[in-house]
């Protein structure tokens, strides 16, 4: 079973930026697409984005676009969430996740598209 361990949250001023890692275990890394998603207190996970196994297919929630980006570095198994412009209303857990499907073709935004999460990282904005 492969392990994510997600790095990078904090606590950021309103219009301040973090980067986000998660760091991946296993052989087979670039075969998946990944993901990240958040929770914040009392509310549902929510997806922010995705990448797909190619990495040449990002996408994004509405609330994120323009503000966030999602790459990865198969060399290092590590997917990356940068995030600019912060607002109070993205503070929560984030959470990074992969791909139940090895190669898959299509947007993957569902969390039931993934099967391997990590433990998350708290991300608070202050405004």
């Known amino acids: 079973q492969v392990q994510l361990v997600e790095s990078g949250g904090g606590l950021v001023q309103a219009g301040g930026s973090l980067r986000l890692s998660c760091a991946a275990s296993g052989r087979t890394f670039s075969r998946y697409g990944l993901g990240w998603f958040r929770q914040a207190p009392g509310k549902e996970r929510e997806f922010v984005a995705a990448i797909s196994w190619s990495g040449g297919r990002p996408w994004y929630a509405d609330s994120v676009k323009g503000r966030f980006t999602i790459s990865r570095d198969d060399a290092k198994n590590t997917v990356y969430l940068q995030m600019n412009s912060l607002k109070p209303e993205d503070t929560a857990v984030y959470y990074c996740?992969?791909?139940?499907?090895?190669?898959?073709?299509?947007?993957?935004?569902?969390?039931?598209?993934?099967?391997?999460w990590g433990q998350g990282t708290q991300v608070t904005v202050s405004s």
């Open positions: 996740a992969k791909d139940s499907v090895p190669w898959a073709v299509g947007a993957r935004t569902s969390s039931r598209d993934f099967n391997s």
